[in-house]
């Protein structure tokens, strides 16, 4: 079973940037998608930007531009580059493995608060 942790999150001031890392200990890493989510109060969790084992790299309609996803597979970890950070950028953000081919798994993380704000 693939396990996550992330890290990274924070307050910002508009503007600025943060880097959230998502490292996932074991071998399956590789094979999987990796992506970013974020839900903010009374909304529903959306996606912010995945990469797939072969790199093919999709970005949520708000971020492209801002946000840069990237993954090591030798290190297991993926990250989001977060640049030109807005209010409405202020969320949880999650970090999510996911294969699906056999076997197939989506886990989540548990969650990085991002809040932007002067």
């Known amino acids: 079973q693939v396990q996550l942790v992330e890290s990274g999150g924070g307050h910002v001031q508009p503007g600025g940037s943060l880097r959230l890392s998502c490292t996932a200990p074991?071998?399956?890493?590789?094979?999987?998608?990796m992506g970013w989510y974020r839900q903010a109060p009374g909304k529903q969790r959306e996606l912010v930007a995945s990469v797939t084992s072969g790199g093919t790299i999709r970005y949520g309609d708000s971020v492209e531009d801002r946000f840069t996803i990237s993954r090591d597979n030798r290190k297991n970890t993926a990250w989001l580059q977060m640049d030109g950070l807005k209010p409405e950028d202020t969320a949880v953000y999650y970090c999510?493995?996911?294969?699906?081919?056999?076997?197939?798994?989506?886990?989540w993380g548990q969650g990085t608060q991002v809040t932007v704000s002067a």
């Open positions: 999510n493995a996911r294969r699906s081919v056999t076997p197939v798994y989506s886990v």
């Open positions: 074991g071998s399956r890493f590789s094979s999987s998608t």
